[in-house]
Structure formats: C-alpha cells, structure tokens
C-alpha cells in the first residue's frame, strides 16, 4: 500500500483508519482521489470538482471506510458484494468484517494498477460481485464462477485457516490471497476469453503455450493432484504445487503472485526500503522482481526469522514463472 497521512495534521495512517488517532478528525477513503481525507462535522466530504460524499452506511457492519455518493448508502466497494451473512448470525458477521477489509485491499490495488471493475447491476454478464458466504450452518466451496467470486468467512479465522493449510501442505494462505487467486480466474475470463475483447485470441493462444490449454479436463486433473501430487520437479515451472493442477490454477496463482509483488514492493518505496529511483526503467517485469522484489523478500524473510516467524514470502521464482509473471505484467492497461 501507498503510505498516508492524515491532510490536517500530518499523522501517519493506516488504509483502514476511520479516526485519525493524533488529531481525532473522522476520515474517509475517496477511491476518486486514491487517498484518504478529513471528513465534516456531518460525515460529508466535498471534493475538488465541488461533489459531496458521505461516509459508508456499512462503517460499523464491516468497517468499511470508503466513501459514498448518497447520505445514508454504501459505497462501491460494498455495492460488489452480493450476499453477506445474516444480521442473527454473529460468527460469520465477525468473519465477514476481516473479509470486506481484504476485499476493499485488493479492490484499490487493481484500480491503482488500472485493471477495470465494474459491478453485476451495471453489466450482468461480464460484471463482477462477491458472495461472502458463512459456513457455520453449510458448507461454502471457495472459487470463481462467471464473475462471481464466493468466499468461505471460515478462512477469517486465523486457527481454521491454518489447520486447512496444514493439511493441503501450503506454505501460505491468507485472506488476501484468497481474493487476489479467484479474481485472476475473473480477469483470465475477461481479458483472453471474451470474443469481442481486442487481441483477446492472441492473448489466449500465448497463454496456452505458458499455463497450457485450459480446456483439459478440470475435475480430472484435480482428482490427480490429490491422488498423485505434484509432479516431480515441480519448482522449477510453478509458483506454487497449487498451480500445477489444472492451467487456470497455474494462471490464477501467477496472477496473485504478481499482485503481491506489486503491493509489497509499492508499500517498501512509498517507505523508503526501496529507492524509488529503482523502480524507474525497468521495461520487463521480471526485471523488478529479480533486481527488487528478490532481495527484498529474503531480507524480509530474514527479518521474520529473526522474530522466530516464518518467512513472509516462502516462495521461489524459477525463470519459467518470471515469464509468466511477465506476461501477467503485460495485461495491465
């Protein structure tokens, strides 16, 4: 994330402060202006072009901070969300609020990063939505499906996410990664798959040849994976065992991986763990990550082993994924 502070004292703030803790002003997040202003006595914000916002109906449901066009609505952000638990059900509630917050994380990275969003009321077909659902009473399959993007609140807690990471052998799962992985699938659909995108076919063809073809059998090689494991020799193609399933896992987990990438190293310059003069020039992708985000991430590796953590990015990136990790780079608009 981009370092903040707050306009009318100069506070350092976090993306999800609704208060600023040094001068008490309100604060809001204005997704036009990408930064987060002081709000009225009233909730109210007035921009540049003279337009008043207000504060999201949904502040003390999700602690969303965004603000929105009418007094007394939500914002977009919580427009994207289709299904949210029941008021009379508290655990999922609880769960839901650690969710929006990853949620409204990955929705400012995209529109940073210029990948466009728009919700299922304005476009039914190609439009996106999420459907935050609770398992407490059923049982909720995470995934992606026609831009729509279904969630497990389950994962919010932090002892059942790391039970089932335990049990699938995963170095890392998290909330945000949850919702970086299935909107790849999204973006896969809508930027190679659609017929009437622009250069959407050669798009597609060139993904085949890095993910593979995408119309094998999905249900099969899943099955596989989890009778055979991955295939031997695995890390020197994938990112992750996750990703040699099937070529949409592949895709989707490529993707996340580049938004990680993205954000953390964003977040080290706009606080000066990286010059910024670094960043600057680099035509490839795969140069920033082997030139920034590499030495980067094992310092930071090394810094949670020196707190007797795990490491923060337990991955490495063969040359085949830092193609792949280009080609995702060269979608963005």
Known sequence: MKAYSCRQCGNALYFENSVCVECGVSLGYSAQEHEIVPLNADGSYVDTDGLVWHVCSNLFLSGCTWLARLEGGQCWACD???TRPADEDLEGLSNYEVAERAKRHLLAELDALG?????KAEDPVNGLCFDLLSSVGEQVTIGHAEGVITIDLAESEDSHREYVREQLDEPYRTM????RHEVGHYFEWQLMERPDVPDGGARLERAR?????????YQET???HY????PQGWENSYISSYATMHPYEDFAETWAHYLHICDAVETAASYGLVPAADLVGRQRFRDLVTAVWVPLSTALNLMNRSMGQDDLYPFVIGD???????FVASLRP
């Open 80 to 82: 994207l969300t289709r």
């Open 115 to 119: 990948f466009p969003v728009v919700t």
């Open 176 to 179: 945000l990664g949850h919702f």
């Open 209 to 217: 040849e890095l993910f593979g073809d995408e119309r094998v059998d």
């Open 222 to 224: 899943i099955d596989r």
């Open 227 to 230: 009778t055979d494991g991955p």
């Open 320 to 326: 085949e994924v830092l193609t792949k990790l280009d």
